[in-house]
């Protein structure tokens, strides 16, 4: 199983709105990664858990919270967005060792519209 | 900065035509990674080097590490290859973490 999974795969929230991104990997993979991208840019990396533990957030707005329940899960909390944050949100994984085997697997994304 | 540079930006090519897509980067990398990405939003991890060339069916990547340059060719295109083509660097003082380029957006007419 190669596969990154992501739900949902659209989401529409109001700015009052309280809503969780999920992402899961079944690969044993110790690194999960959260990114967004605005159309026609590349992603830009939010947060990265390595071995459960958050060890990058890219000054990323406190409206967005991160949370790693165990390897396999991944979730971003969203709260009081604001429209500018409306994007592609993509997880992605990989073994976490820094290796030249270290690929990204990336999900399918959820696209965010807040209204 | 370490930037991520990629040439063309756009690239539009009749079906059969040889491609190529240029990434150059600015200071040493342990590692350089081509994506593609489909309209939609899915990323698909097509090439992962350090040095030399990589082939996989009609896709071919080079990396030229002392002049921080690779290429990324598609022989005999095909309108299936229309995607973002995206190279990311691992950068030797940047732990497991990618930096992304631009894109270069391709499109292959029939």
């Known amino acids: 199983d190669t596969e990154v999974t992501q739900t949902p795969k659209h989401l529409v929230m109001g700015m009052t709105n309280k809503k969780s991104l999920k992402c899961e990997q079944h690969?044993?993979?110790?690194?999960m990664y959260w990114y967004k991208q605005k159309a026609k840019k590349p992603p830009e990396l939010m947060f990265v858990?390595?071995?459960?533990?958050?060890?990058i957030n890219e000054s990323v707005p406190s409206r967005f919270s991160p949370e790693c329940p165990n390897s396999s899960l991944l979730n971003l909390h969203l709260h009081a967005l604001q429209p500018e944050d409306s994007a592609l949100y993509l997880c992605?994984?990989?073994?976490?060792?820094?290796?030249?085997?270290?690929?990204?697997?990336f999900g399918p994304g959820t696209r965010l519209t807040v209204l | 900065k370490n930037e991520v540079e990629q040439s063309p930006q756009n690239l539009t090519a009749q079906e059969g035509e040889f491609i190529t897509i240029n990434c150059s980067y600015s200071?040493?990398?342990?590692?350089l990674h081509w994506l593609q990405q489909h309209p939609g939003g899915g990323i698909v991890s097509l090439f992962m080097?350090?040095?030399g060339k990589k082939k996989h069916g009609r896709l071919i990547a080079t990396i030229n590490i002392q002049e921080k340059h690779s290429s990324l060719h598609i022989t005999a295109s095909h309108p299936r290859d229309s995607a973002v083509y995206i190279c990311?660097?691992?950068?030797?003082?940047?732990?497991?973490?990618?930096?992304f380029g631009p894109g270069t957006r391709l499109s292959v007419l029939p």
């Open positions: 992605a994984s990989s073994q976490g060792f820094g290796g030249l085997t270290d690929t990204q697997y």
């Open positions: 690969m044993g993979h110790r690194a």
């Open positions: 858990y390595s071995y459960e533990k958050l060890s």
């Open positions: 200071v040493g990398i342990s590692a």
């Open positions: 080097l350090s040095s």
């Open positions: 990311a660097v691992r950068y030797a003082n940047y732990g497991q973490n990618f930096v």
